[in-house]
């Protein structure tokens, strides 16, 4: 049986993917809107990965006997700046993402659920792959710039995303 704590804590993480699958529907929008089909392609897997997360918890809550509650989902932010600010964006997203995970395990391991630490652990590394892509796609932004055939480029590798 799952704590309180760290029942709330587990659906406060739902919804946090939830709002991660939207934020990342809103990136993949305004790339559209710049006429960047790789950026919007990377996003919109993106997005599915995200709905997937939240359905990892969202199952491993209801064979730990809890009742996954569902929360609003925040308006995610409509425009960003430029190319690079929206993998800034990405970046700082993950970042906190992580943040919220490592508190997640912090608790389980106060509360000596072990099952849950072990769940975990795929977020863990997950984490480390989320934060690693989108530091890489930044760099190349910030070295390349957003201007013409850099942004083409990067844009037709975006494109060749696959899932996973
Ligand atoms: Fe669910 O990892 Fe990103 O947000």
Redesign the pocket.
């Known amino acids: 049986m799952l704590s309180k704590t760290l029942l709330k804590a587990l659906n406060e993480q739902i919804n946090?993917?939830f709002y991660?699958s939207h934020?990342y529907l809103s990136m993949a929008a305004y790339a559209e809107s710049q006429n960047l089909p790789g950026f919007a392609h990377w996003m919109k897997l993106?997005q599915q990965?995200?709905h997937g997360?939240?359905m990892k918890l969202y199952k491993y809550v209801n064979e730990r006997g809890g009742r996954v509650e569902l929360g609003a989902i925040e308006q995610p932010p409509v425009d960003f700046k430029s190319p690079t600010a929206l993998f800034e964006d990405v970046q700082k997203?993950?970042r906190s993402?992580t943040a919220s995970i490592n508190k997640l395990y912090e608790k389980s391991t106060k509360e000596n659920d072990y099952a849950t630490q072990v769940m975990l652990h795929w977020?863990i590394e997950?984490?480390v792959e989320?934060e690693s892509s989108a530091s890489e796609i930044l760099e190349t932004l910030r070295m390349a710039g957003e201007k013409g055939q850099a942004l083409l480029m990067l844009d037709r590798q975006l494109a060749r995303r696959g899932m996973g």
């Open positions: 946090k993917e991660s934020l993106q990965e995200e997360h939240a997203h993950e993402i977020f997950e984490q989320e």
